[in-house]
């Protein structure tokens, strides 16, 4: 599609403000606005590199995606110390960075959610409400093929430390994803509580059930329906149980930190 700076920087501003988002739950379901995505991308053919300063630091990159700036009114808590937000991400009041992290474009971080330190968060990414994504995780981004639904984390997930969810991975509400849990579009999940693997959703997508709470696991090598002999094992997260009090109680942060 055809797309005018006017119409891009228009967009931009809709994306920043929480007017307009790269993917939304219709009746149950998470679609992708193709336009919006297509959109972002025109963005890079309209620019061009320009030399950049932000504080200290000097950067080269496109005209049209420089380092976004916050105001008090916004109501973001930014805490000093090397993050970037990028044109174009959405960052909702009372939402947290602390140092350092880098959000992309596109992305929407909503209410009461807090990207810890050394946390990304990939172009489109929808991050819900009341969410910790702790230290060093990634949340991987999609912005290309256009018609592609984005890495999705619902409202009152708690994603532990040094994990990795990413290809339009859908973590749902209130699931528990714990430290150094890494998921994929490839990635199977056995759910040890119904004794079986999790099936992709008709979209062909990997979705971590709400309330799921899910820890790394391995499963065996089986060749001709038998394990290997060296016992040598592949990487699979597990869902060992669901959110219960006892849950709670061990993600639980305090208003204070807010």
Known sequence: MEVSADIFNKTIAALEKGELRVAEKVN?????????????????????????????????????????????????????GGTSIRRGAYLAPGSIVMPPA???????VDEGTMVDSHVTIGSCAQVGKHI?????????????????????????????????????TIVEEGAVIASGVIITSSTPIFDATKNEFIRRNEDGRIVVPAGAVVVSGSKPIVR?????????????????KYRDSKTEGSIHLEDMLR
Not at 102 to 108: D, F, K, L, S
Not at 224 to 229: M, Q, V, Y
Request: proline content about 5%; charged content about 25%; overall charge negative.
């Open 102 to 108: 880098y959000v992309n474009v596109g992305a929407y």
């Open 224 to 240: 001709d329906g038998k394990p290997l002999e060296n016992g040598v094992h592949l990487y699979c997260p597990v869902i060992v």
């Open 132 to 168: 910790h994504i702790s230290a060093s995780t990634q949340i991987g981004g999609v912005l290309e093929p256009a018609g592609a639904l984005p890495t999705i984390i619902e409202d009152g997930a708690f994603i532990g430390g040094n994990c990795g969810i990413y290809e339009g």
């Open 28 to 80: 149950g379901k998470w679609k992708v606005n193709r336009e919006v995505k297509e959109i972002i991308l025109a963005g890079f053919r309209l620019g061009e590199i320009a030399e950049m300063t932000e504080g200290q630091f000097t950067f080269f990159d496109k005209d049209t995606f420089p380092v976004r700036r916050f105001k008090k009114a916004d109501g973001v808590r930014i805490v000093p």
